[in-house]
């Protein structure tokens, strides 16, 4: 049936677009979707404009992780905002691979898209997905606002990864017809038997993770607060040590909040993580702290890995999880709440099993990457046919 829905609306070169200099979760759904779609579509594929402001570590680690989903892409670069050196190289590209899709998963990836199809008169439809990040109201980011604006109006299609994401654009006539709601899906295979447990360490302490960018809208100082009232004023019966993994640009502001909170022996920055996998095993609890969201692809695998998790009720997060269910909510912003979801899932054991359980089949049973991929091509095939 997918296969003929393909074929029949003659859908076979798409691809996926993004601007990067970190792998985060933007990255992960651009890498994965593209990938996925090679089960059905033809020419599956991705372009990655690699941003010259990212660190020469942050690069590397990038390009590691996009080798390992083993899919078909190709490397651009920039320097500055913009470049009609980079419009001309992209649309010769999508000239040569016969693009019809150009999926963006951000605005610079959409503008750029939507000027190289102007110039150069290209029959590519454009589909522009709102992840997590939105602008704020700084006089900085007025020219980024303007491309957000331009994209927006340019675009054929208007992805939000959770319904808060597009809905100031529900409201207005000219756009509301072109926007659609297309939660993440899990991305990895699922597997039906319990993950491996992790072997208890000595003084049995509990172990508390975040997978996060090093960005201010993840409001990791919030969680760092959170661990020095626990740990110093004894609010827990069981010790705990703390782990976040990812990188960006406030590592270092983060390990100076460490140094001075005292926390040295109980948090540590990991930094870039290749098995994921084995990292989410280690852990007994997942943190997210972010003061706005999409549909967080950390959740989403710790969902997969039965972990009991405390998160903000932002953005696409209220759309997994539902409070002492599948997870364990808490207003954004909030400490003393955030302290007592963590303590109360410290403290019992059996929760956190009963909440893992719940939450990996909720996983199951909603958010599959095969529904995904799915909803996704049934968009195209009616970009294309002019539904």
Not at 154 to 178: E, F, H, T
Not at 369 to 378: G, L
Not at 381 to 387: D, I, K, Q, V
Request: aromatic share 8%; net charge neutral.
């Amino acid at each position: 049936m997918r296969d003929r829905m393909a074929s029949d609306k003659r859908l076979f070169a798409v691809v996926q677009m993004s601007f990067s200099g970190l792998f985060g979760g933007r990255e992960a759904v651009a890498f994965a979707l593209a990938k996925i779609l090679e089960e059905q579509i033809e020419h599956s594929m991705l372009y990655l404009v690699m941003e010259k402001r990212a660190s020469d570590t942050a690069q590397k680690e990038l390009l590691t992780k996009l080798d390992a989903y083993g899919i078909k892409w190709k490397l651009f670069s920039i320097e500055g905002r913009f470049s009609w050196k980079l419009i001309r190289e992209l649309a010769a590209s999508l000239k040569q691979d016969r693009v019809q899709i150009v999926h963006c998963h951000c605005l610079k990836s959409a503008f750029f898209s939507l000027v190289a199809r102007s110039v150069y008169r290209l029959p590519v439809k454009i589909v522009f997905t709102l992840h997590g990040l939105p602008l704020s109201n700084s006089p900085s980011e007025l020219f980024l606002h303007g491309m957000n604006l331009l994209s927006v109006l340019g675009a054929d299609s208007i992805i939000g990864c959770c319904r808060q994401r597009v809905q100031s654009y529900l409201s207005m006539p000219w756009i509301k017809n072109k926007v659609s709601v297309i939660q993440n899906g899990y991305l990895m295979p699922l597997h039906p038997s319990v993950p491996a447990h992790r072997e208890p360490a000595n003084d049995s302490a509990v172990t508390i993770g975040m997978v996060v960018r090093l960005s201010p809208e993840k409001n990791i100082p919030l969680f760092l607060q959170a661990v020095e009232h626990i740990t110093k004023d004894g609010l827990a019966k069981r010790p705990i040590r703390c782990l976040i993994a990812g990188d960006g640009e406030l590592r270092e502001p983060l390990q100076e909040t460490i140094h001075r909170l005292e926390l040295e022996r109980t948090v540590t920055l990991t930094g870039f993580v290749a098995d994921m996998d084995a990292f989410y095993k280690t852990l007994d609890i997942l943190v997210l702290t972010s003061d706005y969201e999409g549909t967080p692809m950390c959740i989403l695998e710790g969902m997969a890995h039965r972990l009991a998790i405390v998160a903000s009720s932002v953005g696409g997060v209220v759309d997994l999880l539902d409070h002492n269910v599948t997870g364990s909510l808490f207003s954004a912003g909030n400490l003393a709440e955030l302290i007592d979801r963590i303590i109360a899932l410290i403290d019992d054991q059996q929760k956190r099993e009963t909440l893992g359980a719940s939450a990996f089949q909720r996983l199951v049973d909603c958010f599959s990457a095969e529904a995904w991929r799915d909803r996704h091509i049934s968009l195209y095939a009616c970009l294309l046919s002019g539904a």
